[in-house]
């Protein structure tokens, strides 16, 4: 480290480990600094700091939830009219391979979203004849040890091209390789996982939430395993993955901050309502009241312009086994931070028993709280999302149809109006 009096590296360092304890305490254990250098410019008497930082958080982690690169340039106090523009050069040195850019310039900050209309929707900006051709960034496990089956989540860089999307979009995937017939595969869609930003909140990477497809031959028993599925659960970082879309109109969120938000998911169904919450809750945090906000250590402050979401989300999630909870951890830190906010009911069949003794499935836990349900439903600024499997359908309708009688509506007639209304959203398969 160049051009720096004696007492300065001293107390960079010092901000580099508080910033790691921080991580720590929140339990934040995979997460590294990539780069910390310093300009070799001349600091007396330690004023005019010039520094560029590089860290790397997991994006499965909510509580940070980041991978950011950014430069900071000033004083060691608080005075954020001390901030400089980086230079191009130390951009360019900063900048590791398929990293997100967040510097803590105006440009950073998300924007206010203007409402938002179907026919603003991005759709098929790439088709099958002329698929985008993304690159893996990463791919993890979400099934915990001990759980059933595999699920991955995938993050791809779309730096490249022009695919944008908004939250409740699916693109396509066309898996490499021919069918039997010599044929290129048949794309597969899977719902997208990430809010419309990323998951490194630059607006250059889409995430999918994907389980390998299994399935028992009927004829000789074998284990037969989804070809899509099995190209995305074995991807690497760096391969390439051939993209199309966007499409789906069906699952858009409101642009009211004031909605309701119900989510009812089984399985990979959470996927769309992942991508709901980190868009309402993550992208929606005060950079101020972020401890993962590294300038904010340096005295740098960073406003937040987008408006708060203040209405009340509640996801009823159902899954086999406490393993396969996807993203449990993410969805418990925001149920903590956000309790006025968010609210979380888990079904887990194989472990929970309905009150006929039975296995607990996303329909009993409907029909337990149909009554706070149904008082939310009725309010006009409550959508309702379904998503996963499509069984589940008719016993959410029966719970629903139930608590509904009590008050003399007929359920079948109340959904439909729900339905023209743009208020009650299904995806199921």
């Given at each position: 480290?160049?051009?720096?009096a004696?007492?300065?590296e ?15 305490k ?20 330690m ?40 230079t ?40 099958p ?21 595999t699920?991955?989540h ?24 021919t ?11 899977y719902?997208?996982a990430?809010?419309?930003r ?38 690497k ?25 119900i989510?009812?998911?089984t ?6 309502f ?16 972020n401890?993962?906000w ?10 937040s ?8 989300t ?13 993203y449990?951890?993410d ?40 009554e ?10 409550t959508h ?6 499509k069984?589940m ?7 629903l ?22 208020r009650w959203?299904v995806?199921?398969y």
């Amino acid at each position: 480290m160049k051009g720096l009096a004696g007492e300065v590296e001293p107390k960079l360092m010092a901000i580099l480990a508080e910033f790691n304890q921080t991580l720590k305490k929140y339990g934040v254990s995979n997460a590294r600094v990539v780069e910390f250098t310093l300009s070799d410019q001349e600091m007396p008497e330690m004023e005019g700091l010039s520094c560029n930082f590089s860290c790397w958080v997991s994006p499965s982690n909510l509580t940070c939830g980041i991978k950011c690169e950014f430069e900071a340039s000033g004083t060691t106090g608080a005075k954020p009219a001390a901030i400089a523009t980086p230079t191009a050069k130390k951009a360019e040195k900063a900048k590791p391979v398929a990293a997100a850019a967040a510097a803590p310039t105006k440009s950073a900050a998300p924007a206010a979203k203007k409402a938002k209309k179907k026919s603003d929707v991005p759709i098929n900006i790439y088709r099958p004849n002329k698929p985008f051709v993304g690159k893996c960034v990463s791919n993890e496990e979400l099934v915990g040890p001990g759980g059933i089956g595999t699920c991955r989540h995938l993050i791809f860089d779309i730096s490249a091209g022009d695919l944008k999307y908004v939250e409740g979009q699916s693109i396509g995937i066309i898996a490499d390789g021919t069918d039997d017939k010599g044929k290129p595969h048949k794309i597969r869609l899977y719902s997208i996982a990430s809010a419309h930003r990323g998951d490194y909140l630059d607006d250059k990477t889409v995430s999918l939430c994907v389980r390998q497809l299994e399935y028992p031959d009927p004829d000789t028993g074998k284990t037969v395993y989804g070809v899509c599925s099995s190209f995305l659960c074995n991807l690497k970082p760096g391969d390439d993955v051939k993209i199309t879309g966007p499409v789906g109109k069906e699952m858009l969120l409101p642009d009211d901050p004031n909605a309701n938000i119900i989510m009812l998911g089984t399985g990979t169904g959470i996927a769309p309502f992942r991508s709901f919450l980190w868009h309402l809750f993550k992208e929606n945090e005060d950079a101020n009241a972020n401890p993962f906000w590294l300038p904010k250590l340096l005295g740098w402050v960073k406003p937040s312009d987008k408006p708060k979401f203040n209405g009340k989300t509640w996801l009823i999630f159902g899954v086999a086994t406490t393993p396969n909870i996807l993203y449990n951890k993410d969805l418990e830190d925001l149920q903590r931070r956000y309790p006025d906010n968010f609210r979380l009911t888990k079904a887990i069949s194989r472990e929970q028993k309905n009150p006929e003794g039975g296995r607990m499935y996303i329909q009993h836990r409907v029909a337990e709280h149909a009554e706070e349900l149904w008082q939310m439903i009725q309010q006009e600024n409550t959508h309702t999302y379904i998503c996963g499997l499509k069984g589940m359908e008719k016993g959410i309708d029966e719970a629903l149809s139930a608590v509904a009688s009590k008050d003399g509506v007929n359920w079948s007639d109340y959904q439909r109006e729900m339905k023209k209304a743009h208020r009650w959203h299904v995806e199921t398969y």
